[in-house]
Each structure stands twice: as C-alpha cells, then as structure tokens.
C-alpha cells in the first residue's frame, strides 16, 4: 500500500557530504511524522532526526551537521548531512508514519541506503 524510495548513499571523504532523498507513494492519505534512521555494523538502529508539522528533532551525534527537510507536496523528506565522519557510516532507513485509503496508520520503512565515510 505504501512505497518509500530512498535515493542519495554513497561513498564519502571525512568532511564531505551527502544529500539522502525518500520518496513515499501509494494509497497515502496523510503523512505525519517523516525521519531517517541509521544501523551500523553490529549496532542497533537509532534515530538521526524526524520531523513533523515543521518542528525538527536531531540526535545529539549529528546536532549541527545534518539537517532534515520536508516537501509536503512530493511526500518527500530529505537529510542534508555535512562534515561527515567514518562513524556516520551506516546503513540509512526512511520511516514515515501514514494513514491509507483503507483507514489504517502505521509506520512503514524503506529499503535502506548505504552510506560509507572513508578516506
């Protein structure tokens, strides 16, 4: 019912940076709160930032470095992230909280994107 496409990964100096994109498209109704989450290698995923009615919430790890963004009429949320650092090296995932046509709300993720700080 609900598709989300991240686009943006890649491979990255230190210092460097990346823009990640995630799309949603499906039978969506509304979109609530819209953020990024990252896994790293033997971690657990954590959040990197969300955002929802304009208010902004950013981990304390990338505070200053990475900004979050939102395109309500592409369903679109983007993570500007700046001075990057091999600790930021993680596997990126999308969550977007919905309601579909059918009436139901949940959260549903993307596929993930990866993302490699390495000189």
């Known amino acids: 019912q609900v598709q989300l496409v991240e686009s943006g990964g890649g491979l990255v100096q230190p210092g460097g940076s990346l823009r990640l994109s995630c799309a949603a498209s499906g039978s969506i109704v509304s979109i609530y709160t819209m953020g990024w989450y990252r896994q790293a290698p033997g971690k657990q995923r954590e959040l990197v930032a969300t955002?929802?009615?304009?208010?902004?919430n950013v981990a304390d790890s990338v505070k200053g470095r990475f900004t979050i963004s939102r395109d309500n009429a592409k369903n679109t949320v983007y993570l500007q992230m700046n001075s990057l650092k091999p600790e930021d090296t993680a596997v990126y995932y999308c969550?977007?909280?919905?309601?579909?046509?059918?009436?139901?709300?949940?959260?549903?993720w993307g596929q993930g994107t990866q993302v490699t700080v390495s000189s």
């Open positions: 969550k977007a909280d919905v309601k579909v046509v059918a009436g139901s709300r949940f959260g549903s």
């Open positions: 955002v929802i009615n304009g208010i902004t």
